[in-house]
């Protein structure tokens, strides 16, 4: 499951946080924060206009921890009122945290498994996050009366007894304990230590995502004929007692069960309308959509036609599945679809979709993401094994957050067009080789942890990077080769101390480098190598393009077998591709604009890039 990655990641990120100073604004590159009274407690203001902060993490060894409503700080008072995602994730030392009468927000994965006890929800409340009391002993909660945003699984995996809600909130009711709406038409959240049968009263016409834990000890729910939604693991109880989904559901958002048998329901001898069974599979109505597999195991091949695998089709399978084979066809991998099994698969082509934590754990000879992808959800392949290389598409702007986190990879393959690396991007990756890796003209902007402790050592940046986020501890990174003219903006952390031999940045730049401040001027002299020859890869200098400047075409030529030639302008647009399969291959540019391009050349023995002037 992603819990052991998201344990990391918030590891990764307290440690980024240790490396910051107070300064007045977060960002996606930089986390400040503000260290209150030695307590352990992290604090980070969120706005100097309206004096409002949030407890953004706690490493702290205390029993009880009590969240300051006001503290002080340069002269002015600021009120707690917010408690950050994942702030007290995993804190399995503390037995209760007090919050003050001022929280107003708690975020997602806020006290996910910390094991304590949180004996009052402020009556300032408005917003819950998706598992933050998932794994408290809280055996009680009372909704206050301001309380509008419960985000669906925010009291899962709870040793609940019952949910009390305050008689002024107009938005939720308890009933016997559960928690639903105000007019009983969803069920939002069941205590997990009710025990027996539970059977959903007729009414309500929607059971939110998680809303029975797998920690629940109910060993059978009846589901009511007036349901019409289910969301994602909605029914996530152990044990193999088949689930019968009545005839009038007509969305079913993700598997809504935990590795336990579904079957339809009829009723009055009319079958669903909105789903069908084709053998163990349950899909839509037109065959387009795998909600799930019954009695999945072994290897499974997901059959022609199947174009979406559903939010946690396959989640969870370990030591059942071995392979999931999916078929060309598939454009979506929905949320954590094949998250958490540790088992094999494959990538097809016209994937365009791949949602947040899809591939988790799923072990890949390679991953080729296809041109046109059109969305990478955050920790997509987090942990993941890839046992040769991972290929990003020139389409791609953007990779996501932690979209590698804890991966085992032997190497990755760039395309230009790429604009920016995310949050924990590549954080703690395995297994890779030790060649130098050429990032694309096109990149603009590294995020806070993007290379956290991963095993990229020898980088080289040939466009002009305006921003370099702050790193886990520092990068591994030991030799980095820089393309700026103007040094961009550097924070704390990138270059680890124990790594760093050497930062080659362009002819005549040396001393600008040396003078720029910031976090550059922390860096040795020493260190600054000028480089008065093109950057250039061992690939680069065995590849050539001839003539250059070019008006009418250009022959392209290497001591390598080439591949693909591909010419894109400055801003990552690919404008000319070509199949070769030979030593060089000549490109008629003549209907190219006077400009310069960028030509990549893919060889087997790697990937060249370079500039092509046309006249």
């Given at each position: ?6 344990i990391?990641s918030v590891?990764?990120t307290?440690?980024i ?5 107070p300064m007045p604004a977060?960002?996606r590159y ?6 209150y009274?030695n307590t ?8 100097y ?6 407890v ?6 205390n029993v ?11 002269g ?7 408690i950050?995602?994942y702030?007290?994730w ?5 037995r209760?945290?007090?919050l003050?009468a001022?929280i107003?927000?708690?975020g ?9 006890t949180?004996?009052?929800l402020p009556?300032?409340?408005r917003?819950?996050?998706?598992h933050?009391?998932s794994?408290t ?8 009366a301001k ?8 009291f899962?995996?709870?040793g609940?007894?019952i949910?009390y ?10 009933v016997?304990?559960?928690l639903?709406?105000?007019d ?5 959240a069941?205590?997990s230590?009710k ?11 929607r059971i ?6 797998w920690?629940?000890?109910?060993t059978?729910?009846v589901?009511?004929?007036s349901?019409r939604?289910?969301?994602?693991r909605?029914i996530?109880?152990?044990g193999?007692?088949?689930i ?7 969305s079913?958002?993700g598997n ?8 339809l ?5 009319v ?7 084709e ?14 597999w019954?009695n999945?195991s072994?290897?499974i091949?997901?059959?022609q036609?199947?174009k979406?695998i559903a939010?946690?089709?396959?989640a ?8 999931v ?6 454009t ?8 958490g099994s540790?088992?094999k698969?494959?990538?097809?082509s016209t ?10 754990g799923?072990e890949?000879?390679s991953i080729?993401?296809p ?11 987090a942990?993941?094994?890839?046992n040769?290389f991972?290929?990003?598409?020139s ?6 957050d932690?979209m ?7 190497r990755?393959?760039?395309?230009e067009g ?10 703690l ?8 890796y050429?990032f694309?003209y096109t ?5 806070n942890g ?7 050592h020898d980088?080289?940046f ?10 886990l501890g520092?990068?591994?990174?030991s ?6 003219n ?30 720029a401040g910031g976090?550059?001027?922390?860096i040795?002299?020493s260190?600054?190598?000028?480089n008065?020859?093109s ?8 590849t050539?393009?001839?003539p250059?400047?070019?008006s009418e075409?250009v022959?392209v030529?290497s001591?390598?077998r080439i591949g ?12 000319l591709?070509?199949r ?7 490109l008629?540019?003549?209907?190219l604009?006077?400009s310069?391009y960028?030509v990549?050349?893919?060889?087997n ?5 370079k500039?092509l002037?046309?006249?």
């Amino acid at each position: 499951m992603k819990k052991a990655i998201l344990i990391l990641s918030v590891v990764f990120t307290a440690a980024i946080q240790a490396l910051a100073q107070p300064m007045p604004a977060a960002n996606r590159y930089y986390q400040p924060y503000i260290d209150y009274n030695n307590t352990g407690l992290r604090l980070s203001i969120t706005s100097y206009e309206k004096h409002t902060a949030m407890v953004l993490s706690y490493n702290g060894a205390n029993v009880n921890v009590d969240v300051p409503e006001q503290f002080e700080y340069e002269g002015d008072t600021f009120t707690v009122t917010s408690i950050n995602d994942y702030a007290f994730w995993n804190k399995c030392s503390m037995r209760q945290v007090t919050l003050p009468a001022t929280i107003e927000r708690i975020g997602s994965y806020a006290f996910f498994d910390s094991k304590t006890t949180i004996p009052n929800l402020p009556d300032s409340l408005r917003y819950v996050g998706e598992h933050a009391f998932s794994g408290t002993r809280n055996y009680v909660f009372t909704i206050p009366a301001k309380m509008k945003d419960i985000v669906p699984s925010a009291f899962s995996q709870n040793g609940l007894d019952i949910f009390y809600v305050d008689s002024l909130n107009p938005y939720y009711t308890a009933v016997d304990g559960v928690l639903y709406t105000k007019d009983t038409s969803t069920l939002v959240a069941c205590p997990s230590n009710k025990i027996g049968t539970f059977v959903v009263p007729e009414g309500v016409r929607r059971i939110e995502a998680y809303a029975f834990s797998w920690t629940c000890l109910f060993t059978e729910i009846v589901l009511p004929n007036s349901l019409r939604e289910i969301g994602r693991r909605a029914i996530e109880l152990s044990g193999t007692t088949p689930i019968h989904i009545p005839a009038g559901v007509c969305s079913i958002e993700g598997n809504p069960v935990l590795n336990r048998p579904v079957i339809l329901d009829s009723l009055d001898g009319v079958p669903n309308q909105h789903y069908r069974f084709e053998g163990d599979r349950l899909v839509s109505m037109d065959g387009d959509t795998l909600i799930l597999w019954n009695n999945a195991s072994g290897e499974i091949t997901v059959p022609q036609g199947i174009k979406v695998i559903a939010d946690e089709c396959f989640a969870n399978y370990e030591d059942i599945i071995t392979r999931v084979n999916l078929p060309e066809g598939i454009t979506t991998l929905g949320i954590n679809s094949l998250q958490g099994s540790f088992f094999k698969s494959n990538m097809p082509s016209t994937v365009r979709h791949i949602k947040e934590y899809a591939c988790e754990g799923v072990e890949f000879d390679s991953i080729i993401l296809p041109e046109g992808i059109i969305e990478i959800g955050s920790g997509a392949f987090a942990g993941a094994v890839v046992n040769t290389f991972v290929r990003f598409p020139s389409s791609l702007k953007c990779i996501s957050d932690s979209m590698f986190l804890q991966s085992k990879v032997n190497r990755f393959e760039f395309s230009e067009g790429l604009e920016e690396i995310g949050i924990n991007a590549f954080a703690l990756i395995r297994g890779m080789n030790s060649h130098s890796y050429r990032f694309p003209y096109t990149l603009r902007r590294i995020c806070n942890g993007a290379f956290g402790l991963s095993g990229f050592h020898d980088c080289v940046f040939t466009g002009e990077l305006d921003t370099i986020g702050a790193q886990l501890g520092g990068s591994t990174i030991s030799s980095c080769r820089l393309a700026n003219n103007v040094p961009p903006m550097l924070y704390p952390g990138f270059f680890g101390s124990n790594n760093l031999q050497q930062i080659v940045v362009p002819c005549g730049m040396v001393p600008v480098y040396q003078a720029a401040g910031g976090e550059w001027d922390k860096i040795a002299d020493s260190l600054f190598v000028e480089n008065c020859e093109s950057i250039a890869t061992l690939e680069e200098n065995h590849t050539y393009l001839m003539p250059n400047p070019a008006s009418e075409t250009v022959t392209v030529a290497s001591s390598f077998r080439i591949g693909d030639v591909e010419v894109y302008t400055l801003e990552g647009r690919r404008i000319l591709a070509s199949r070769v399969d030979g030593i060089s291959t000549t490109l008629d540019i003549s209907q190219l604009p006077t400009s310069t391009y960028i030509v990549r050349i893919s060889t087997n023995n790697g990937t060249a890039y370079k500039k092509l002037v046309v006249k």
